[in-house]
């Protein structure tokens, strides 16, 4: 995968009303600076270095040589990324970030204690932050986890195991390990069955020819003795006119406002494949007629790529809801967890296993990370596969 990128596509709304949420107009703008190349803005670099040290009087000129060298090893980690073919996001938003928040503790240091001591303290704290830095650039984005699950349906017969592999989120800009690590994954655990809950591109590759034979590539071979099904992810990502090209001649059934009936040893399931749309009135309104088409009692699997439908779900007869689009936050906070999910319903279903009524939920973290602009970062949020085993408890 080549590290040049085409210039930033025009990026339509995340909203039916044409509006956008804040999440994407950040995502837009960050994408807009990075059409910057750091060099160009030297100055900017060179004034907030100069106001992060000024206020520490007599020792100014060792806070600036530990400032810079801070701000030099950022430019150095950020820039190497696409080099090493691990992500390919732009150098200069989360250059910036990382100066405003090295400017903003050096600046609280100097008033709180000007002293060597004080430095020296300062020094460690940016040391951590270069430290938690790198961990999420360069190690947890390809920190596979394998998440494993046990369901039994009621109406299960017999002790025989179903396996379902479930991925979501691939947001795929060029084949990293982490991509690779996914293959090997679903290769070594032999599921019968493969679903997949959107978002193949991010919205700096979905226009990129490369990353979509990329995206392709990577799809082509899961592969399982029952089927790989899949279902579109955001409308802003996974645009009409793109996808089906991916999916184009591929042995994916993708699942477009669709049913499938699953046979496995005696038992059946259904899957219900919903598209998502900025209408979620309209989505809603698609599942409960799958739902009607389904024989009574039947066991069902719901895939839809937001978990924004579930409150509307907790008393239908859609057993188990399968969907991504949160990341689990991408960054979350000890004690806290996401800063945001990109879902109405904020933290409400960030990640993870929620029950309401009738319906089982799982939110997956899914595996890439946001595009454009943003920093190609993971923090207390691994990139995720779940490995979900249908069947009775063996007595």
């Known amino acids: 995968m080549t590290t040049s990128r085409p210039s930033l596509p025009d990026i339509p709304p995340d ?123 360069w190690v947890e984005p390809f920190r596979v986890r394998v998440t494993q699950l046990r369901y039994t349906p009621a109406q299960w017969q017999g002790q025989n195991m179903l396996r379902i592999l479930h991925i979501s989120d691939l947001h795929f800009e060029g084949m990293s390990p982490r991509e690779q690590a996914v293959l090997d994954y679903a290769r070594q655990l ?63 059934r993708w699942l477009n406002d669709e049913t499938a009936s699953i046979r496995y040893q005696g038992n059946e399931l259904w899957l219900l494949g919903v598209r998502c749309t900025y209408a979620q009135d309209r989505d809603l309104k698609v599942v409960e007629q799958l739902v009607e088409k389904v024989p009574r009692g039947a066991f069902t699997i719901l895939l839809y790529h937001t978990p924004d439908l579930m409150p509307s779900l907790a008393s239908s007869n859609v057993n188990l809801y399968l969907c991504g689009h949160t990341h689990g936050g991408q960054i979350r906070l000890p004690m806290y967890g996401a800063i945001a999910t990109s879902s109405k319903w904020g933290k409400r279903y960030e990640m993870g296993l929620y029950r309401e009524g009738k319906t089982t939920l799982y939110v997956s973290r899914g595996l890439g990370m946001e595009g454009l602009g ?21 007595a």
């Open 15 to 137: 909203r039916a009303d044409g509006k956008s949420s804040w999440v994407h107009q950040a995502l837009i703008y960050s994408g807009k600076l990075g059409q910057i190349a750091p060099l160009t803005l030297m100055p900017v670099w060179i004034a907030l270095i100069f106001i992060a040290c000024w206020f520490w009087r007599d020792l100014r000129l060792p806070a600036a040589i530990v400032t810079t060298i801070y701000f030099i090893t950022d430019w150095i980690m950020l820039g190497l990324l696409p080099r090493q073919q691990r992500s390919w996001g732009p150098v200069t938003p989360p250059l910036l970030g990382l100066t405003l928040l090295r400017m903003f503790l050096s600046l609280a240091g100097a008033f709180l204690v000007t002293t060597s001591t004080g430095l020296l303290a300062m020094a460690a704290i940016q040391a951590l932050i270069s430290t938690a830095a790198f961990y999420a650039t």
């Open 374 to 394: 943003a920093p190609r970062a993971r923090f207390l949020a691994q990139p995720e596969i779940v490995l979900l085993t249908l069947g009775s408890e063996v």
């Open 190 to 252: 032999k599921p019968d069955l493969i679903l997949l809950t959107g978002d193949y591109l991010n919205l700096s590759s979905v226009y990129d020819p490369e990353a979509q034979q990329g995206a392709r590539h990577f799809l082509e071979q899961l592969k399982a003795p029952l089927g790989v099904y899949a279902v579109t992810g955001s409308p802003v990502v996974d645009r009409e006119g793109i996808v089906p090209e991916i999916f184009n001649k591929l042995k994916i």
